[in-house]
């Protein structure tokens, strides 16, 4: 059994910055994919960025490349997400979650995750 802890979330203006830090508890991780997802009020969840555990490989959604950086830290097990430059649609909980199967192909499918944290909320005002 793996645990999933997110925190970081907050209220933040438009333009600024939020780091979410996602502590993994339960298991090391010897080839896993974590990710990060996102779910706006009304909306589907959406893969936002993925990493892979061993080789630290990265995938972003074309919304938030360039301004969105996923990182890991083995010591802590921990996956992180820095944002930058928020943007008001940016609003949204957003989830971490990992993929035991490890493959950065299957990356962007939330089918693919085997476990996933409770969320924490993010939200920009413009």
Do not use: H
């Amino acid at each position: 059994q793996v645990q999933l802890v997110e925190s970081g979330g907050g209220l933040v203006q438009a333009g600024g910055s939020l780091r979410l830090s996602c502590v993994a508890s339960g298991r090391t991780f010897s080839r896993a994919t974590m990710g990060w997802f996102r779910q706006a009020p009304g909306k589907e969840r959406e893969f936002i960025a993925g990493i892979t555990w061993t080789g630290g490989i990265t995938t972003y959604a074309d919304s938030v490349k360039g301004r969105f950086t996923i990182s890991r830290e083995k010591v802590k097990n921990a996956v992180y997400l820095q944002m930058n430059s928020l943007k008001p649609e940016d609003t949204a909980v957003y989830y971490c979650a990992v993929d035991l199967g490890g493959l950065i192909a299957t990356a962007r499918r939330a089918a693919a995750y085997d476990y996933w944290g409770q969320g924490t909320q993010v939200t920009v005002s413009s």
